[in-house]
């Protein structure tokens, strides 16, 4: 099993950056494709991002792409998410989990990071 911990979330105005971490322990870390989620008051939780299990393949939701990027350090058992150019759309609960089997599917989820966003 490998265990996840978000963090970095935060109350920010429109137009400022947060980064958020999620770090893992448990299995090898690169043993994992990562993946950010989000899930906003009263909706479902929807994909933020994902990378690949050596970091060389990014994939991204169209509503984020351009202004979030996803990367990873497997040195440090650590995923992150650098956020942009923050709109108030963007506030929600923010999960990373990890896929073990490169099938888009994730099996492990972090408890998740609040990150609000104000206009």
């Known amino acids: 099993q490998v265990q996840l911990v978000e963090s970095g979330g935060g109350l920010v105005q429109a137009g400022a950056s947060l980064r958020l971490s999620c770090a893992a322990s448990g299995r090898p870390f690169n043993n994992y494709a990562m993946g950010w989620f989000r899930q906003a008051p009263g909706k479902e939780r929807t994909f933020v991002a994902r990378?690949?299990?050596?970091?060389?393949?990014?994939v991204y939701a169209a509503s984020v792409k351009g202004r979030f990027t996803i990367s990873r350090d497997n040195a440090k058992n650590t995923v992150y998410l650098q956020m942009n150019s923050l709109k108030p759309e963007d506030t929600a609960v923010y999960y990373c989990a990890a896929d073990e089997m490169g099938t888009n599917n994730y099996n492990y989820w972090g408890q998740g990071t609040q990150v609000t966003v104000s206009s």
């Open positions: 990378i690949s299990r050596s970091g060389g393949t990014l």
